[in-house]
């Protein structure tokens, strides 16, 4: 093997990490700015110029303060699951293609293990919230885990859709189906899915879920119940718990830029390259802080009502709807 | 039914649990201590604990004169500062057998009308961010600061104004007031609809609200819960129709009444008596009376004769009364507060049994308590 | 759950969305203090300060203690010295513990020869409690450095300090 492999894997894991660290700790200083233009204030503008420097000023806070592991709580678990919540962001976007060369591991089933390592980000709050030794870190926790479960079901029904009608689940390849002009991404192939827009929204309503994003946190917005799963993690912490739901909704918002909206592709058909693909990616990021912005929470059983009783039978008869369009067509 | 009881009842496991509302607690607005008894996700009681704030504002009126209890009234509910003055000053007055000029009776219908918007604002902004929405709140408050800046003009205050005094009020309102208190109600009505769009109509909002935490009528006549409550339970009573004081009968205007009884019944009484302050503050300004503002021969330290009076008035937060005692000298032997909070935090306990806790906070925050006025 | 529920409901969710978007674009009502500020309205109510009497070149406040019986909080502390041959007392000290008022105006509407208003200081900071245990002479001498104080009384029995809460004195002086 020629030096070129393992010096190329290199600069993709620093790129890797640079785009997580960066989006982690710049989407906080967009939300913060987003919401106040919502709310008709300017948002952080002290430090720095315009607020930048607040993220650096946050971080520079949680650093300096003092890592507490509670008495009695299990100290491996506690400590180990802000870095099982972090390290799925990383490692799903190790496949996502950037543009027709940026893609750190072109694999054949790289849409399986996006998905597969983002149930590690369940399994990771879970562990936080058992091992803080609160009683309502637990309750919040096993809150979470029936969400995220209940909303993983119709993503990957959604998803499973999309396959069907690309018929690969190489992220690469998928995107590169869509090249042409706006109308030939999956979101416009009616012809094989009458109801693809409709896909789109449920994976789109899943992602909010999926990342506890309002007006899906009940389960860590909660004033009533304190902090939810991360009371008791102080300091950096909680900072890397922050950072990781920010980046996974990078990761959710790129994962639907491609499935959905042509990767990389121009909508113009000419010039396609990575500045489409981050325009589109924060333009989903926008919709987020647009929605968290406007909502109020959710009520629990009301989550779980919408995905069980409204998005599974829905994604469910897109699906039938999509198999039987293709084989009509 | 005793706590006991009603745990063994129905439940999962049958173990519960005792959660802490603390006195600090975002959700509860104010000091307010509320001990839940709970089995996993659902209350099986909730005892209220209050008296964190209270400031003896009962016993201050012992040791003031009748002039020097005045800016207290303002201090029991800070949000409906005006409506408290009001029934203070005016009982004081009909004691003193002192005639108010007709100016000063429009200018503090207005005052304490603009001050009831404020205050459903506030309770507005407030309830919604305890149901997780952040954004309305900041709208609200746009809002209001129009509001506190007129007053700001002619009081001097923004929130708890010494505004009237025995025989009329301390100074008039200029030109000023009265074009932008015009141009408030012109700015307000376009905004209520910005809010039943982004708000009222949302679906997230309406299956939070409709069907939580119903109290029926009986119920709120057993703990004497009063304003938008009963009015959201079907009961039309609102004291500014039932006992009317000041110039209210001269102005046409509704009383919101809504009959389920639930979360958004009150929601809705509430949004709706905006709309009907407005409605009040117009006529006001448009038959404005000229003349003084205040009564003539008000003497410099007031006596009362002796005896006991009440009045009554209807506040933001429900029916607020205050019952005077007089033995003839120039301090109150007794003041007496009836504040509705109070009263409509006493249904709590019943009307949260068995309810979840996001529920219950729903149902608390729909109560519009300030605990101040609890507490006194 | 019926189909039109979800349709309705859905829309209602879009057109919210459409609020908060018109809302992005419209310019922030903030005023970025401490860079910009407001301007006090004239009657605005700040801590009450003296006024200065041109013609005589002293505070026209005549010490008559008429604001100190007035004020519901025992904030205001006031002494004054008659001065050989003159009618007036003149005050010679004039203290006001901001810490207890409350803005009430009993004060000012107590006096009856205009010698207190409000000021429209409301930029107040300080790092301990004597920063509002106000002098209000000094401060009306930093305005006026023509101002001549008056010297005190020299000290007599000073009689207990008696809290103002009408004649019966319920609850009275210490």
């Known amino acids: 093997m020629s030096l070129a492999e393992p010096i190329r894997l290199l600069l993709f894991l620093a790129g890797i990490l640079g785009f997580v660290a960066l989006n982690a700790a710049y989407l906080v200083w967009v939300e913060r700015k987003g919401a106040g233009r919502f709310q008709r204030r300017p948002g952080p503008t002290e430090v720095g110029y315009a607020g930048l420097l607040q993220p650096l000023a946050d971080g520079l806070k949680l650093l300096s303060k003092q890592l507490i592991v509670p008495p009695g709580a299990d100290g491996v678990l506690f400590r180990l699951a802000p870095l099982m919540v972090m390290a799925p962001a990383m490692m799903c976007l190790a496949v996502i293609p950037f543009s027709e060369t940026l893609v750190a591991r072109d694999l054949n089933v790289g849409l399986v293990m996006v998905f597969a390592f983002g149930s590690i980000n369940v399994l990771a709050l879970l562990l936080g919230g058992w091992a803080s030794r609160n009683k309502y870190a637990i309750i919040s926790a096993a809150r979470v885990v029936s969400q995220d479960v209940a909303y993983e079901i119709p993503m990957l029904l959604a998803v499973i859709t999309v396959m069907m009608v690309t018929g690969t689940l190489n992220l690469g390849e998928i995107v590169q189906q869509q090249e042409g002009g706006c109308w030939r991404w999956n979101l416009f192939r009616l012809e094989a899915n009458p109801l693809m827009p409709v896909t789109f929204l449920i994976f789109y309503i899943c992602m909010l879920a999926e990342t506890n994003r309002a007006p899906f946190d009940m389960a860590e917005a909660e004033s009533e119940l304190v902090a939810g799963a991360f009371t008791e993690y102080a300091g950096m912490g909680f900072g890397v718990f922050f950072m990781a739901e920010y980046a996974n909704i990078a990761v959710g918002c790129c994962l639907a830029a491609v499935l959905f909206l042509g990767g990389w592709q121009s909508p113009i058909g000419v010039f396609p390259g990575l500045f489409w693909f981050l325009l589109k990616v924060y333009l989903l990021v926008f919709s987020v802080i647009w929605v968290r912005w406007t909502f109020p929470r959710t009520q629990f059983y009301g989550l779980l009502n919408l995905s069980w009783k409204i998005l599974i039978p829905l994604s469910l008869f897109t699906l039938v709807l999509t198999s039987a369009a293709m084989k009509v067509w | 039914m005793s706590a006991n009881a009603y745990i063994a009842a129905d439940s999962g496991t ?104 404020s205050s459903h604002l506030v309770w507005f902004g407030a309830f919604l961010l305890d149901l997780g929405g952040f954004t309305p709140l900041l709208y609200a408050f746009d809002d209001r600061e129009k509001i506190l800046d007129l007053l700001e003009a002619i009081t001097g205050s923004r929130l708890t104004y010494c505004y009237y005094r025995f025989g009329g009020l301390c100074n008039d309102v200029d030109k000023d007031f009265i074009e932008g208190s015009r141009a408030f109600v012109a700015h307000m009505r376009p905004r209520l609809e910005l809010y039943r769009k982004l708000v009222t109509d949302n679906i997230i909002l309406r299956k939070r609200l409709e069907g939580i935490g119903p109290i029926s009528a009986q119920m709120c006549r057993r703990y004497g819960a009063t304003g938008p409550v009963i009015r ?33 019944a009150r929601y809705l009484v509430r949004m709706e008596e905006i709309r009907q302050s407005l409605r009040i503050v117009e006529q006001a300004l448009d038959r404005l009376p000229e003349g003084p503002v205040m009564a003539e021969k008000v003497p410099r330290t007031l006596k009362i004769p002796p005896g006991d009076y009440c009045f009554a008035v209807e506040a933001a937060r429900g029916r607020f009364a205050v019952r005077l005692v007089s033995d003839g000298t120039d301090t109150p032997y007794r003041v007496k507060l009836r504040t509705p909070s109070f009263s409509n935090l006493s249904l709590f306990e019943e009307a949260s049994r068995d309810m979840m806790l996001p529920d219950a906070l729903a149902l608390m925050g729909s109560l519009d308590l300030v605990i101040p006025d609890i507490d006194r | 759950m019926k189909l039109k529920e979800v349709a309705t409901g859905f829309a209602s969710l879009l057109v919210g969305l459409r609020v908060t978007l018109a809302q992005f674009f419209k310019p922030g009502v903030t005023v970025h203090y401490p860079h910009e500020s407001l301007k006090m309205p004239p009657r605005y109510r700040g801590h009450i300060e003296l006024v200065f009497d041109e013609e005589t070149g002293k505070p026209a406040c005549i010490a008559c203690k008429l604001c ?38 009993a004060c000012v509407e107590a006096c009856k020869s205009e010698a207190i208003r409000f000021s429209r200081e409301y930029n107040l900071a300080g790092r301990s409690k004597e920063d509002f245990l106000m002098d209000l002479l000094a401060r009306l001498e930093v305005e006026h450095p023509q101002l001549q104080r008056e010297k005190p009384a020299p000290p007599a029995e000073k009689p207990e300090a008696k809290h103002h809460r009408g004649e019966t004195g319920k609850e009275a002086a210490a």
Not at chain 2, 37 to 43: A, H, K, Q
Not at chain 2, 67 to 96: C, G, H, K, W
Not at chain 2, 233 to 253: L, M, N
């Open chain 2, 232 to 264: 959201g339970s079907g009961v039309a009573y609102d004291v500014r129709k039932v006992e009317p004081y000041s110039a209210y009968p001269e102005f046409d205007f509704d009383i919101p009444v809504f009959k389920e009884g639930d979360c958004m």
């Open chain 3, 68 to 105: 100190e019986k007035a004020c519901p909080s025992d904030c205001i502390a006031v002494e004054g010295v008659k001065p050989e041959g003159k009618g007036r007392k003149v005050v010679t000290e004039y203290r006001l513990d901001f810490t207890k008022c409350s803005l009430c105006a």
């Open chain 2, 14 to 117: 049958g173990e519960t649990f005792v959660l802490n509302l603390g006195p600090q607690h975002p959700a509860t607005h104010g000091v307010l201590r509320v001990k839940l008894t709970m089995d996993g996700e659902y209350i099986r009681r909730a005892e209220p604990v209050c008296g964190y704030i209270h400031r003896m504002h009962e016993k201050m009126g012992e040791n003031r004169t009748w002039a020097q209890f005045l800016p207290n009234t303002s201090r029991i509910d800070y949000l409906s500062a005006m409506a408290y003055t009001q029934a203070y000053v005016a009982r004081v007055e009909r004691a003193a057998r002192l005639a108010v000029p007709p100016r000063a009776e429009y200018i503090r219908v207005i005052t304490c009308e603009l001050n009831r918007i």
